[in-house]
């Protein structure tokens, strides 16, 4: 590893963790229908206006003792979990996305218009991820704003159509838009079967979502992890007594794991599958 490569995975690291600092904003001012654009940071306890030295990525965190410096109430563990989480996934998404850039640091525009697609892409996963979890909402914008990207992707290849060879998947808009739709109908039919026991339209809203950026058959590898990991984690609560069978766990961030797994292991997976097997 050369020192030009370590400084290309310091930068990737330090605007990811950036980037984390302000997805928890958007999280929040989504969560309390402010402008994430305008408007200084507070402290969501005392409300007090944060200066630059609060709001350095885990550092800040760190030096403050996780609590606020006006108030002395804890901060939440959730703002330095989605800075690193940010930076990991940035420099795992760019090795993947645009191989060799992270070693070589050639790259193609085409490429690099990519990168920043998937880069985008992270930040709306995890901002979905993170609202249900808190919440039990998936964000309309941020599914909105999913949709939007994907979309432009599809254009920006028919423009450009090298890009498609980078693009997770390599499917054609018809591809990414039935699979969006089929599997926007099926949750919508798990919906009105169950009442809105099972899942809830936010569901269906991210499943249309996950159609436009998997196709198929890659999210069928992303569902069976969604699926699979919610069993676990559920009837692992149930069996700690933390939860109970009627009792609601919020199955957006299942749906957001699987789709990560789909970008990051169903082409491995699924050539081990064939190789092991057929």
Same mark, same amino acid.
């Given at each position: 590893?050369?020192?030009?490569? $370590?400084?290309? =995975?310091?930068?990737?690291?330090?605007?990811?963790? $950036?980037?984390?600092?302000? =997805?928890?904003?958007? +999280?929040?001012?989504? /969560?309390?229908?402010?402008?994430? +654009?305008?408007?200084?940071?507070?402290?969501? /306890?005392?409300? /007090?206006?944060?200066?630059?030295?609060?709001?350095?990525? *885990?550092?800040?965190?760190? %030096?403050?003792?996780?609590?606020?410096?006006?108030?002395?109430?804890?901060?939440?563990?959730?703002?330095? %979990?989605?800075? $690193?989480?940010?930076?990991?996934? %940035?420099?795992?998404?760019?090795? =993947?996305?645009?191989?060799?850039?992270?070693?070589?640091?050639? @790259?193609?525009?085409?490429?690099?218009?990519?990168?920043?697609?998937?880069?985008? =892409?992270?930040?709306?996963?995890?901002? @979905?991820?993170?609202?249900?979890?808190?919440?039990? @909402?998936?964000?309309?914008? %941020?599914?909105?704003?999913?949709?939007?990207?994907? *979309?432009?992707?599809?254009?920006?290849?028919?423009?450009?159509?090298?890009?498609?060879?980078? +693009?997770?998947?390599? /499917?054609?808009?018809?591809?990414?838009?039935?699979?969006? *739709?089929?599997?926007?109908?099926?949750?919508?039919?798990? *919906?009105?079967?169950?009442?809105?026991?099972?899942?809830?339209?936010?569901?269906?809203?991210?499943?249309?979502?996950?159609?436009?950026?998997?196709g198929f058959p890659q999210i069928l590898f992303g569902l069976f992890v969604a699926f699979f990991s919610g069993a676990v984690v559920g009837l692992g609560l149930i069996a700690a007594g933390r939860k109970k069978m009627s009792s609601e766990i919020p199955f957006g961030p299942f749906l957001v794991l699987g789709t990560l797994a789909a970008i990051f292991f169903s082409t491995p997976a699924v050539n081990w599958y064939l190789s092991a097997f057929i």
């Amino acid at each position: 590893m050369d020192f030009f490569e $370590i400084l290309r =995975i310091l930068a990737i690291t330090g605007g990811g963790l $950036i980037a984390g600092s302000f =997805i928890n904003c958007v +999280i929040w001012r989504l /969560h309390t229908a402010e402008n994430f +654009i305008t408007g200084r940071s507070y402290c969501p /306890h005392c409300r /007090h206006k944060l200066v630059a030295i609060d709001l350095v990525p *885990v550092f800040s965190f760190v %030096a403050l003792a996780g609590k606020c410096r006006y108030c002395a109430k804890k901060i939440s563990w959730q703002y330095p %979990a989605v800075e $690193i989480a940010t930076a990991i996934m %940035a420099l795992a998404v760019t090795n =993947i996305a645009v191989p060799g850039f992270l070693r070589f640091g050639f @790259i193609d525009p085409a490429m690099a218009v990519v990168l920043v697609y998937y880069w985008a =892409i992270l930040a709306v996963l995890e901002i @979905i991820f993170v609202s249900d979890i808190l919440w039990y @909402i998936i964000p309309d914008e %941020a599914v909105v704003a999913g949709a939007v990207l994907a *979309v432009v992707m599809q254009i920006f290849a028919v423009v450009s159509p090298m890009s498609r060879a980078f +693009i997770f998947g390599g /499917h054609d808009f018809g591809n990414l838009a039935l699979t969006a *739709v089929f599997s926007a109908f099926v949750f919508l039919a798990i *919906v009105l079967v169950s009442k809105g026991k099972w899942m809830g339209l936010g569901d269906v809203k991210y499943a249309f979502l996950m159609g436009l950026l998997l196709g198929f058959p890659q999210i069928l590898f992303g569902l069976f992890v969604a699926f699979f990991s919610g069993a676990v984690v559920g009837l692992g609560l149930i069996a700690a007594g933390r939860k109970k069978m009627s009792s609601e766990i919020p199955f957006g961030p299942f749906l957001v794991l699987g789709t990560l797994a789909a970008i990051f292991f169903s082409t491995p997976a699924v050539n081990w599958y064939l190789s092991a097997f057929i």
